[in-house]
C-alpha cells in the first residue's frame, strides 16, 4: 500500500496561500491535482459539489478539511495535495471550523492509499507534529514532518456483541477512513483489535449493513442523513481525536 510521503510530493503542497471562501480553497487544492495530471477538473467540481450536497463534513477535525469524491474517470492516478492558507475560512462546520490546512485526495480506487491515510491521521492527531505542520516555512519542512506512543491502559476482552462497527462518510472514501484509522488505535491500546472489525463505508451501505453492527461513528451532518438506523449513532467531532473516539467507545461498550 501506497505511504503518506509517495502520495504527495513538494510540488503539491502550497503554503500561506489566500483563498475568500471554502469553494476557493478547495479549488487551490484541485489544481494543485491538475497540474500534476493526477485529475481534471471535472474531480475539482466534484469535490466541491460534495460538500455542497452533503455539507461540511469533511472538516474532520479542528481547523482541518479532508476534500475528496468518489474515484471516476477525471482521476487518473492516486495522489494527494496539500494548502496552508495564510488566513482561515469558514466551511459551516460547528466545532472545527475556521480551517486553515485543506488536503485534498484523488483515488483511483479505495484501497491503495489506506495506509496514507493512518500516517495522516496519526500525524494530525499528534499536538506536536500538527504544530510542526503549521509552522513549516517550506514544503520540504512539511515533507519532512510528514515522513519523520500513546500510552492507556487496555480494558478488558469485550462481552460478546456483533464484533464490527461502522466508521461512514458519504462516499466511504476519504472521512470514514480518518475515523477508521483513529478508532482501530484505540482498540489497538485497549487489546480488543483482534476482536472487532472496523469497516469504512458510505451512508447507502451503512443502512443496509447497520443492524449488522454494533454502532455507528460518524460526523452530525451523516448522522442526520442516516436517520435511525436500529444501532445507535454516535458523532464523532474530531476525526483524528483517540480521546474522542475513546470516550465515545466506552460509552457505547458501558467500559
Known sequence: MAELVDLLSQERVALDESA???RAAIKMAGRLLEEAGIADSAYTDSMIANVEDKGPY???APGFAFAHARSS???????????RLAHPVEFGHKTNDPVTLVVALAATDAGAHTAAMAQLAKVLGDPARR???D???TPAEVMGVLGGSRSATAASTPAKTSNLILTVCGNGLGTSLFLKNTLEQVLQT???APFITVEATDTISAKGKAKSADLILTSGEIARTLGDVGVPVK???NFTSTDEVDSALRDSYDV
Open 235 to 237: 458523532v464523532i467531532d
Open 20 to 22: 475568500d471562501s471554502w
Open 135 to 137: 509552522s513549516a516555512t
Open 73 to 83: 474517470s477525471a482521476v487518473h492516478r492516486t495522489g494527494m495535495s496539500w494548502v
Open 58 to 60: 469533511i472538516v474532520v
Open 190 to 192: 485497549w487489546g480488543w
Open 131 to 133: 504544530a510542526a505542520l
